[in-house]
């Protein structure tokens, strides 16, 4: 790897620090050859302090340690994308990330609309929501039309109509996320067992 320490003319690079299972940014950092060298010998990401003004091994203190999984070099060799599993809270004020955000995996707008069916359980009026009114008819209601969503992209799947084929797909898991939250369940937890299946 070849890593331009020198453009800046400080020895540092800056090393962007991001969760190797859920890819949210935790903190940014500095490194300079010396913590490049030692997180590359003990698998524990070490930065140069700037203002410690010298090595330091994330979590020597509290523990809360980011075990290297993979690191990245950028484009212009002067920044590095290093991907990790932490151990415990990355920011040292205790919050998972530097932002103060949490750092659970999303899936974009999947959980955008997970959210969304949530809140229309919640506050929504079973004669204007539809998410409302077939959760108020019960989970057996839901199953079923999660079955007949199945059945209608299968015989869409066996004819040529792309465009059709798409909508009755989106139907289907639509009602699939309603079908989760009705059991007590998110996609999340279904991807945990699929993670569990490929070990």
């Not at 290297?68 to 991907?83: E, G, P, R």
């Not at 069916?117 to 989970?139: H, M, P, Q």
Request: charged share 25%; proline share 2%; net charge negative.
């Amino acid at each position: 790897m070849n890593i331009n320490f020198n453009k800046n003319n400080d020895g540092l690079v800056p090393a962007i620090i991001q969760d190797a299972q859920t890819k949210n940014v935790l903190m940014l950092g500095y490194m300079n050859q010396e913590a490049f060298n030692k997180t590359m010998e003990t698998n524990l990401v070490t930065f140069y302090s700037r203002t410690k003004n010298r090595l330091w091994t994330k979590g020597e203190e509290s523990g809360n340690v980011l075990h290297l999984v993979d690191i990245k070099l950028d484009c212009d060799n002067d920044t590095l994308l290093i991907q990790v599993n932490p151990n415990g809270p990355t920011c040292h004020k205790g919050s998972d990330t530097c932002w103060d955000e949490a750092n659970t995996e999303t899936f974009g707008f999947i959980s955008k609309l997970e959210n969304t069916i949530e809140n229309r359980v919640k506050t929504g009026d079973a004669s204007t929501s539809y998410v409302a009114s077939l959760f108020a008819s019960g989970i057996n209601k839901i199953a079923q039309k999660v079955g007949e969503e199945a059945v209608e992209v299968v015989i869409e799947a066996k004819d040529q109509n792309d465009g059709l084929f798409l909508n009755e797909s989106a139907d289907l898991l639509f009602h699939y996320l309603m079908l989760l939250q009705a059991k007590g369940f998110k996609l999340k937890d279904v991807v945990t067992v699929l993670k569990e299946r490929e070990q």
